[in-house]
């Protein structure tokens, strides 16, 4: 199989077929890496990897089902012989306030976001320290601190997958492998498009979004950094983190926020006839 370096990892990112997981694959290939991306919508993944070229491959994975997640691992170790990193990315949210919401809806959410990444990690933790070696990177959320309104369920489970990361991190520190958790903040996808439409969730317009790349920047670069723990932005991220452990406090900013944000929607939404 070869040496491993830090030059050259074999990395599987979920939720690879646009967005942000399409960031990371991209970046990560241009660093030297091995890739297999792994999405739920099989054509567009596969369409993604054969653009990437020759280190990267493609496999349909729904990340709720665990015998999707060996059939990713065996996929990747078929290709390129191993998986070295773990990125979860994958994720979705159902825009509107919790009383809205249909219970599938709320459900939808949590076994995605929550569960499914539960399942990858669990397979990954068996593999990888059967292999002697492994990295797991959890993309969560700067919504993991932050009891935001509109997102009530979307925020539940990205506390709990914060959670549950450090808490099998501290469970395996004597063990073989590294943990490194990220949380982005808004970001320009498909989702903030789905948010724009919704004005429920206008607070995620408060401030002006990140580009996909910025936050794979992030990530591939925690691929040999190793951080604990990565919020954006560096600063404002560390001070929200904070803030987020007084809900009396959230009670009385957070719909400041919200009103910003609707106003910056607002200037954001295309004007009827002119298409911007």
Same mark, same amino acid.
């Given at each position: 199989?070869?040496?491993?370096?830090?030059?050259?990892?074999?990395?599987?990112?979920?939720?690879?077929?646009a967005g942000i997981g399409a960031a990371i694959a991209e970046l990560a290939v241009a660093c030297g890496h091995r890739v297999m991306?792994?999405?739920?919508?099989?054509?567009?993944?596969?369409?993604?990897?054969?653009?990437?070229?020759?280190?990267?491959?493609?496999?349909?994975? %729904?990340?709720? &089902?665990?015998?999707?997640? +060996?059939?990713?691992?065996? =996929?990747? *170790?078929?290709?390129?012989?191993? !998986?070295?990193?773990?990125?979860?990315?994958?994720?979705?949210?159902?825009?509107?306030?919790?009383?809205?919401?249909?219970?599938?809806?709320?459900?939808?959410?949590?076994?995605?976001?929550?569960?499914?990444?539960?399942?990858?990690?669990?397979?990954?933790?068996?593999?990888?320290?059967?292999?002697?070696?492994?990295?797991?990177?959890?993309?969560?959320?700067?919504?993991?601190?932050?009891?935001?309104?509109?997102?009530?369920?979307?925020?539940?489970?990205?506390?709990?997958?914060?959670?549950?990361?450090?808490?099998?991190?501290?469970?395996?520190?004597?063990?073989?492998?590294?943990?490194?958790?990220?949380?982005?903040?808004?970001?320009?996808?498909?989702?903030?498009?789905?948010?724009?439409? %919704?004005?429920? &969730?206008?607070?995620?317009? +408060?401030?002006?979004?990140? =580009?996909? *790349?910025?936050?794979?920047?992030? !990530?591939?670069?925690?691929?040999?950094?190793?951080?604990?723990?990565?919020?954006?932005?560096?600063?404002?991220?560390?001070?929200?983190?904070?803030?987020?452990?007084?809900?009396?406090?959230?009670?009385?900013?957070?719909?400041?926020?919200?009103?910003?944000?609707?106003?910056?929607?607002?200037?954001?939404?295309?004007?009827?006839?002119?298409?911007?």
């Amino acid at each position: 199989m070869g040496r491993r370096t830090e030059q050259e990892q074999v990395v599987l990112v979920t939720g690879a077929a646009a967005g942000i997981g399409a960031a990371i694959a991209e970046l990560a290939v241009a660093c030297g890496h091995r890739v297999m991306l792994t999405d739920i919508d099989e054509v567009a993944v596969v369409s993604r990897a054969l653009s990437l070229g020759d280190r990267a491959a493609a496999c349909v994975l %729904d990340i709720r &089902s665990s015998a999707g997640w +060996a059939r990713a691992f065996e =996929a990747a *170790e078929a290709a390129f012989g191993r !998986v070295d990193v773990l990125v979860n990315n994958a994720g979705i949210t159902h825009t509107g306030v919790a009383r809205d919401l249909r219970e599938q809806q709320h459900r939808d959410i949590v076994e995605v976001n929550l569960l499914g990444t539960i399942t990858g990690v669990c397979t990954a933790l068996e593999r990888m320290t059967a292999q002697g070696h492994g990295h797991i990177i959890n993309v969560c959320s700067m919504t993991a601190f932050l009891p935001l309104p509109g997102y009530a369920t979307y925020c539940a489970s990205k506390y709990g997958l914060r959670a549950f990361h450090h808490s099998v991190a501290i469970e395996e520190r004597d063990g073989p492998l590294d943990f490194t958790i990220i949380h982005p903040p808004s970001t320009r996808t498909s989702m903030l498009e789905q948010e724009m439409a %919704d004005p429920s &969730s206008a607070i995620a317009f +408060a401030e002006k979004p990140y =580009a996909p *790349e910025r936050i794979a920047r992030a !990530v591939v670069d925690a691929i040999a950094a190793k951080p604990v723990e990565v919020v954006f932005p560096p600063l404002g991220g560390r001070v929200q983190r904070i803030a987020g452990v007084f809900p009396g406090l959230m009670r009385l900013v957070l719909p400041i926020a919200e009103a910003k944000g609707l106003r910056r929607r607002e200037r954001l939404m295309p004007r009827p006839g002119t298409g911007r």
